[in-house]
């Protein structure tokens, strides 16, 4: 299919995302925009046949209903590298490919989680606070906690894990890892129980997919393991936390303090931690660079073209 004639190809996305994505999906294809219609079931009344691509992003996927109340859908790109919006057992079975935007988002993911622990060490939210509301002119900022050379616990060695380590190997942090395999050739020690991950890191990375196996994977016990000098940072999803074990270790001191971009109920966040110092706490931002949009958007564009014109995705997920 040459690529004028995609004009007419309909292609249906789940919720605003980046406007530049939108835009250059309106000039490619026929857009539908489902958060323009009351519900679900509205839209395919009206244009359910003309659907033949979504696009999904980290707030809204494909789920089975969604899936199943397309007839003609041929493929899915979402707008992130998580997959755990999408129905992917339903896309095997319907034989709809899946595309994803892996690699292009890894190091801004990564720096984030640094970023992240460094702020929770150093106190950088409450130091900048501190300087804004003139208390420096009362008295100098506490003594805070050192983040180079801290041990360095990271929950999935994959893209963003490895990213992670790297930059915490920068910092001289000893650095070891928790996933389903082993990854010899890293030198990186690895713990195949992730409670003796937690018992031996001062700080736990969590950057692993979300699937049922890993929903909760950090609980009260792994909490604990951690202990309270321990800090916790997630960068993956918020399900990967039970979110009412961790206020409680981080309001009863269980916990020395966390850094969270992700949680369980977004964009709802427990209105405890916003009174507690050693939280910093940023709104999934993971991958939200301009750069970085901007390769995530092509990437999405270069899918759905490579598709319609039966040449092999540049990203498609296994
Ligand atoms: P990836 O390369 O596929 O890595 C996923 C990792 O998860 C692998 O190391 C895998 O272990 C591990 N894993 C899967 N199931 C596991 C289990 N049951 N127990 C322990 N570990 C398990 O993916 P990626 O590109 O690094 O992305 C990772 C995740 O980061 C995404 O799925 C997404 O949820 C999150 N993310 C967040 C943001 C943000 O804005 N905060 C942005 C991008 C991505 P094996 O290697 O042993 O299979």
């Known amino acids: 299919m040459e690529v004028a004639s995609m004009e007419s ?5 789940t919720n605003q995302m980046y406007p530049y994505l939108e ?11 489902l958060w323009n219609y009351p519900s679900l079931s509205a839209f395919s009344k009206a244009h359910a046949n003309s659907i033949r691509a979504i696009v999904g992003s980290t707030k809204m996927g494909a789920d089975a209903t969604m899936i199943d109340s397309l007839p003609n859908l041929e493929i899915v790109c979402t707008y992130s590298v998580g ?20 690699d292009v988002l890894t190091d801004d993911v990564a720096d984030l989680a640094i970023a992240l ?21 009362k008295s100098d900022f506490y003594l805070t906690s050192k983040f180079s050379g801290k041990t360095v616990g990271i929950v999935g ?6 990213a992670i380590a790297k930059r915490a190997a920068a910092f001289g942090c ?12 890293t030198g990186y020690k690895y713990y195949s129980n992730i409670l003796d991950l937690a018992s031996n890191s001062q700080i736990l990375i969590v950057a692993c997919a979300l699937t049922q196996e890993t929903h909760h994977i950090v609980n009260r016990q792994v909490i604990d393991a951690l202990g309270p000098k321990g800090i916790l940072i997630n960068i993956g999803r918020g399900q990967h936390v039970d979110e009412a074990e961790l206020v409680s270790a981080l309001k009863e001191g269980r916990l020395a303090g966390a850094g969270l971009d992700v949680f369980e109920n977004e964009p709802h966040v427990p209105e405890e931690l916003f009174s507690l110092e050693n939280v910093v706490l940023v709104p999934h931002i993971g991958s939200d660079t301009v750069e970085t949009s901007n390769a995530m958007a092509d990437l999405v564009i270069a899918n759905l ?13 296994t």
């Open 157 to 162: 060695l994959g893209r963003i894990g490895s």
């Open 9 to 13: 190809v309909g292609v249906l996305m």
């Open 305 to 317: 073209e490579a598709h319609f014109q039966n040449k092999p995705l540049l990203t498609p997920v």
């Open 83 to 102: 997959l755990d919006k999408i129905d992917l057992p339903k896309c095997k079975q319907r034989g709809i490919p899946v595309a994803n935007t892996p």
């Open 174 to 185: 000893p650095v070891s890892y928790h996933s389903r395999s082993e990854k010899p050739d």
């Open 117 to 137: 622990a460094l702020s929770v060490s150093r106190r950088i939210c409450v130091s900048d606070s501190f300087v804004r509301n003139h208390s420096w002119q």
């Open 23 to 33: 835009d250059q999906l309106a000039k490619r294809f026929n857009l539908f925009r």
